[in-house]
């Protein structure tokens, strides 16, 4: 049987080993592209077995998602706040008044971001990380207001997916890049898109 020492013990070595893989992960991240950092190499630096690293992480996607967490929490803290504080105001007003919350903290961690959506295991997209399966019940649940009181919306669930997908780092990042939209440009064409009446 484990005493509760020896429990407590593990639990604080486990936290050291998180502390230390997440500080090593992203000087690594800083330093080289997210894409050319293995997880043998952040094992290494971090000076722990890579079976303890995979036993905590799956992939470099999951260290993204620890690193960003924080800031994820106060992200949907904001969104929600939003929202409550606008509850009177028409879904489509409150959706217009998401979004850009949504770019200010995407820009902010855009190379985190785009590390969790490439690393996702198997070949779910993006949709199916914790991140934006948040976002995506906030967007249902505005378009189902919307079907109800503004204007028909005939598939809230499928009309949530397709904008989480134009907010995907590929799409936005194209969108910015190639075609020189400004995020008040994007987020227009978004609103036009997937708001009418």
């Not at 997440?22 to 952040?42: D, G, P």
């Amino acid at each position: 049987m484990i005493s509760n020492d020896n429990y407590r013990k593990e639990r604080r070595d486990a936290a050291e080993n998180r502390h230390r893989i997440l500080e090593v992960a992203y000087r690594l991240f800083s330093q080289h592209n997210i894409e050319k950092v293995s997880m043998n190499q952040i094992a290494k630096e971090a000076g722990i077995g890579a079976g303890t690293l995979y036993r905590r992480y799956n992939n470099k996607g999951e260290v993204c998602l620890d690193l960003i967490k924080d800031n994820f929490c106060g992200f949907l803290e904001e969104v929600h706040l939003y929202l409550a504080s606008h509850q009177h105001e028409l879904a489509s007003y409150r959706f217009k008044g998401v979004l850009p919350l949504f770019i200010r903290f995407k820009e902010s961690k855009a190379s985190l971001l785009k590390g969790v959506e490439k690393s996702s295991t198997s070949n779910r997209h993006i949709i199916t990380s914790p991140l934006y399966n948040e976002l995506h019940q906030v967007m249902v649940g505005l378009f189902d207001e919307m079907n109800q009181s503004e204007f028909r919306v005939d598939n809230s669930t499928f009309r949530a997916d397709m904008v989480l997908l134009a907010f995907s780092s590929d799409s936005y990042l194209f969108q910015r890049e190639v075609r020189g939209l400004s995020s008040d440009e994007f987020l227009d064409h978004i609103h036009t898109t997937f708001l009418y009446k």
